[in-house]
């Protein structure tokens, strides 16, 4: 079954505090790079739970969720 890009990218935002609490957003290779302005808002384990979510790294102040290849694909649903 095709991953629902545009669910992934709904989920994460909900689970991080909304798309009020995102200062910035970019990505690598994996991962998309937050900035929370409070990252006390975001579930961790919320996040993790997330079918297409493969992990969450906390590190050098950015919240990390780790997507695989497909993590453009996310980010593009994020950004509309």
């Known amino acids: 079954m095709a991953k629902d890009y545009t669910v992934i990218s709904r989920k994460i935002v909900e689970q991080i505090g909304g798309i009020d609490n ?13 900035v929370l302005k ?5 579930d961790d384990e919320a996040v993790k ?4 979510v493969m992990g969450l790294v906390k590190q050098g102040g950015q919240y990390q969720i780790i997507i695989g290849t ?3 694909r996310v980010l593009n649903e994020i950004n509309q």
């Open 22 to 34: 995102i200062a910035n957003v970019t990505y690598c290779m994996t991962r998309l790079r937050f």
């Open 38 to 42: 409070d990252e006390t808002l975001a």
């Open 70 to 72: 497909d993590v453009g």
């Open 49 to 52: 739970a997330i079918d297409g």
